[in-house]
């Protein structure tokens, strides 16, 4: 079992930038960003393996997301830049072992967190 804790959230303007964390009680093999809006899917971010540090992202973060890993902490983090009103979304940290049907698809991971909010404003 892994207990997972997402911070960081909050509003900003668009433009601006947040730094998302995800506390965990233990890594798995992947960890994921993933985050939902009012009306739609939930969506997969950004992924890293905590074996070999590679990233993925969605393309419409690509250039402006960060995903890294601070071992030292066991935590998973979300650095946003140049952040859109479509970003926001309530983002959910999740973490995994086996990528059944892909990456960025919700049923891959089987723990998440409880969510925290991202507000951009234009």
């Known amino acids: 079992q892994v207990q997972l804790v997402e911070s960081g959230g909050g509003s900003v303007q668009t433009g601006g930038s947040l730094r998302l964390s995800c506390a965990a009680s233990g890594y798995r093999k992947w960890m994921g960003w993933f985050r939902q809006a009012p009306g739609k899917e939930r969506e997969g971010i950004a992924v890293?393996?905590?074996?070999?540090?590679?990233?993925a992202y969605t393309d419409s973060v690509k250039g402006r997301f960060t995903i890294s890993l601070d071992n030292a902490q066991n935590t998973v983090n979300l650095q946003m830049n140049s952040l859109k009103p479509e970003d926001t979304a309530m983002y959910y940290c999740a973490a995994g072992d086996i990528l059944r049907g892909g990456w960025d698809v919700p049923a891959s991971f089987p723990y998440w967190g409880q969510g925290t909010q991202v507000t951009v404003s234009s």
């Open positions: 890293i393996s905590t074996r070999s540090g590679s990233a």
